[in-house]
């Protein structure tokens, strides 16, 4: 099992400079962003190739797997685990303890869904939904051998192993994918492909980490692992609630091939925030834990990773509104048009959730994670409500629910999370605008060229190349004109040149 060398490799900030403490971090951040872009690649080349096979009616029952899944997922004790990132030391006992924590979880989940999934086919009307939920149990299985050599590797800031077996496991699902798609197993497909992805990455993750110790079921003296974890739980299921109950409400009230398009325009909308964010987040976790005693060091390290996301989302969400219908058409189909009203709300909504997610894992690294727990609670209030008033206008209203209810629940996040950040609301403003208004005005740029191409016929992969190069030229240009610093500062971060110190903590400029 991994010794106290473990900790040894994970030395704090304290004990080397500044300067290779902030290499770590990059390096950190550039395995493990750089693996997911790579197997993001992979994965959703497949995708696009199983989505013109498959039926929106496919993925509408797939949809409503998912609801049961998420809510299940976050009792597998993934937080617990996360409890060893934050700690101050790490003590191979509470290693075992953790890793029994995590199977008895997993194995109860697991016979939880196993026997109540006739209950959720009964819901849905779709008895196939309890096959489907029988079979996807298994996934839960996986979850102890990837959380635990997840975390300590974080923990050492050591993702370039972790960068090798997710892309062996993006490939394995890709793969699956293809073979099952091809071979007609229909909706069974999307069951299959990521049974694959989680099997190969338990495997890796668990030979790579040598971590295969034996389990203690004995624990006592684990109630500080235990109390951060619960935080982290609670966290997690409000966010499920949020994030979920749309789909929820939804698939007891439209038909699977409506679902369907609703739920793909999500899981595109959903992309940078979803595949993107979350490895940055792990980075930004395991970072801030390191530098938590520095008030004026996380100010500026959070400030910085919101001004730079907000660069690259920016412009990601608002191209994808308005180039929405010849994107869908280019990559779905066009069985798939139906969606791109959708994907042009939602996208808007997005990008206000993309920048919320961020101050989690810093109030979860300053060991406040309560904080966390009560913007998550805000968020599974305000989700539900939106979304049951918007069902009364059909899918679009849901829609719409989303736009209204993603900035407000930023504006609350922002208010509550800032005083332990050190940040105000308008510092998290001011860090965004290099990014949103160039983003906006190369919006309206390119709606306006679309517009203008729309009478002339060319088919949706080109009039998609049009908008792209109109969109990259407008933004590239308003940068250099409104925002030059931003790219000066991108520069500094990719050719990897030093960059300014951190602002002293009474200084307001970002």
């Known amino acids: 099992m991994a010794s106290e060398s473990t900790e040894n ?28 872009i790579l197997a993001q690649i992979v994965t959703w080349g497949s995708t696009l190739l199983v989505i013109r096979l498959l039926d929106p009616h496919d993925y509408g029952l797939f949809a409503m797997t998912q609801v049961i899944l998420a809510f299940l997922t976050f009792l597998n004790g993934h937080g617990f685990a996360s409890a060893l990132v934050q700690s101050d030391s790490l003590d191979p006992f509470r290693v075992r303890q953790a890793f029994g924590l995590l199977l008895l979880l997993n194995a109860m ?153 609703y739920a793909e325009a999500l899981f595109l909308t959903q992309i940078f925030m979803s595949k993107f964010v979350p490895p940055l987040n792990e980075v930004a976790f395991a970072a801030h834990a390191r530098i938590k005693d520095d008030p004026a060091v996380v100010r500026w390290s959070f400030l910085k990773t919101v001004r730079l996301l907000t660069l690259v989302a920016a412009p990601f969400y608002c191209g994808l509104s308005v180039a929405a219908a010849p994107l869908v058409e280019t990559l779905f189909g066009p069985k798939w048009l139906e969606m791109v009203p959708y994907v042009q709300i939602l996208s808007f909504a997005l990008l206000a959730m993309t920048v919320q997610i961020l101050f989690h894992p810093v109030v979860n690294a300053m060991g406040r994670p309560g904080v966390s727990m009560v913007n998550s609670l805000a968020g599974a209030i305000l989700f539900p409500t939106a979304f049951l008033i918007g069902a009364q206008w059909g899918l679009m209203g849901m829609a719409w629910a989303w736009l209204v209810a993603a900035p407000l629940l930023l504006l609350i996040t922002a208010y509550r999370s800032g005083s332990l950040i050190g940040v105000s609301l308008w510092d998290v403003v001011a860090a965004m605008l290099p990014g949103l208004a160039p983003a906006l005005l190369m919006a309206i740029g390119v709606l306006f060229v679309g517009q203008g191409i729309d009478p002339l016929g060319f088919a949706a992969p080109v009039r998609l190349a049009l908008l792209v190069a109109t969109g990259a030229t407008l933004y590239g240009a308003l940068l250099w004109i409104m925002e030059r610093e931003a790219i000066a500062e991108v520069t500094r971060l990719v050719l990897r040149r030093p960059a300014a110190e951190p602002a002293p903590a009474n200084q307001d400029a970002i």
């Open 109 to 261: 989940i697991a016979s939880i869904q196993y026997f109540g999934a006739p209950l959720a086919a009964a819901y849905y009307g779709q008895p196939i939904v309890a096959d489907l939920l029988r079979v996807q149990a298994l996934i839960y299985l996986s979850t102890p051998f990837i959380a635990l050599p997840e975390v300590i590797m974080s923990r050492a800031l050591d993702f370039r192993r972790q960068a090798v077996v997710n892309l062996t496991a993006a490939f394995a699902g890709a793969s699956t994918a293809l073979a099952c798609a091809l071979a007609g197993y229909g909706v069974w497909t999307l069951v299959y492909a990521p049974m694959a992805m989680f099997w190969t990455r338990a495997i890796g993750l668990t030979i790579l980490a040598r971590l295969l110790v034996w389990p203690s079921f004995d624990f006592r003296g684990c109630g500080a692992v235990i109390l951060f974890g619960s935080a982290v739980l609670a966290n997690q299921f409000f966010w499920l609630i949020q994030s979920q109950s749309d789909i929820f409400i939804a698939g007891g009230r439209f038909d699977p091939h409506a679902l369907g398009l």
């Open 9 to 36: 490799k994970g030395s704090s900030p304290e004990k080397e400079s500044v300067g290779a403490f902030g290499d770590r971090v990059r390096s950190a951040v550039i395995w493990r962003s750089g693996s997911q």
